[in-house]
């Protein structure tokens, strides 16, 4: 079963308080980036893996989607989407991700924000989503970058002069990495990049678009604390076809 840290109350409180949290999708820096991945969603059938609140999952019925399964492990978190939520084109479901079950050729579109990263059984996952989507359909998703996982004491290191450099290492010796992230004991999946693009070759997907994001010039004079962003990738966005 995948770890459902987002129940224990020091992490959801903590969690709770991010400003993609609060602000939905205009807190996180990435959504413009993510968004521009997006095929249109006029009449589309959808399922969020990983939900969270159902920002996204809301968002697309404003873009004309027929319909949404949000699924999550969290039920912290699916209560949240629920209380914000009044909408019978929306359903939230509790699903392991690492067991999921899907209809085949249900939907017409996946899509996953920062969600992938927990799961081991990720070509399990990949396979049954697949599945799910008719031939054509797109899944777009975001995780965290390689680069920003692999190390197995993650965190910048300041030198004498100031500056800030991103350590990597371990990279090539997959698998879990145990990390604080407002908790103890948070584990998520490092993947070389190759890795996990070749997964998705593998299961069938065609990749159309593969980007390693920064934050936009634009977007480090709105926000100068995500100017440090710039100076490695911490996400990776993917849009890949069935």
Known sequence: MA??????PEFFEGYGQLPRSVHGLDG????PALRAMLPPLQGLRLVD???GFGWFCRWARTQGALSVLG???????LD?????TSDAAITYTRADLEVLALPEAAFDFAYSSLALHYIENLPGLLNTVHRALLPGSSLVFSVEHPIFMASRQAGWVTDAQGRKTWPVDSYQMEGPRSTHW??????KQHRMLGTLLNMLVRTGFCIQHVEEW????????????????RERPMMLLVRAQR
């Open 214 to 229: 920064a934050p936009s010039p634009e977007q480090v004079l709105a926000q100068p604390a995500l100017a440090q962003e």
């Open 3 to 8: 770890q459902n840290i987002y129940d224990t």
């Open 182 to 187: 407002f908790t103890d004991g948070v584990v």
């Open 49 to 51: 893996l990983g939900c």
């Open 80 to 84: 949240r989407a629920h209380s914000l």
């Open 28 to 31: 996180a820096p990435e959504w």
């Open 71 to 77: 699924l999550d492990v969290s039920e912290r978190m």
